[in-house]
C-alpha cells in the first residue's frame, strides 16, 4: 500500500510538505511515459525509503540545528 511507502520514506524527510516537494520533483524527472505515473511514484517513494533523498544536508542542517539548541 502506499501509505506504507510513504511512512517509510519520512524515515529519512520529517517533514510532510517537504517529501511532497521532493517525490513531485522526482517523479517528473523518473517517469516514462510508457508506463503508469502511480508505478513511477510507488518506485521514488521506495528510493526516498532506502536512500536519503537531501543527502549530506540534512545532516549538516540538523547538526546546526543541534548546535543552536545547545548555544540557547
Do not use: W
Not at 34 to 47: A, E, P, S
Amino acid at each position: 500500500m502506499r501509505s506504507q511507502l510513504i511512512f517509510g520514506a519520512m524515515t529519512h524527510v520529517k517533514n510532510r510538505y517537504e517529501l511532497c516537494q521532493l517525490a513531485s520533483k522526482a517523479a517528473r524527472k523518473l517517469h516514462k511515459p510508457t508506463t503508469r505515473l502511480q508505478d513511477t511514484m510507488n518506485d521514488v517513494l521506495i528510493r526516498f525509503h532506502k536512500a536519503n533523498p537531501l543527502g549530506e544536508h540534512n545532516q549538516v542542517v540538523e547538526q546546526v540545528r543541534n548546535q543552536e539548541r545547545r548555544a540557547a
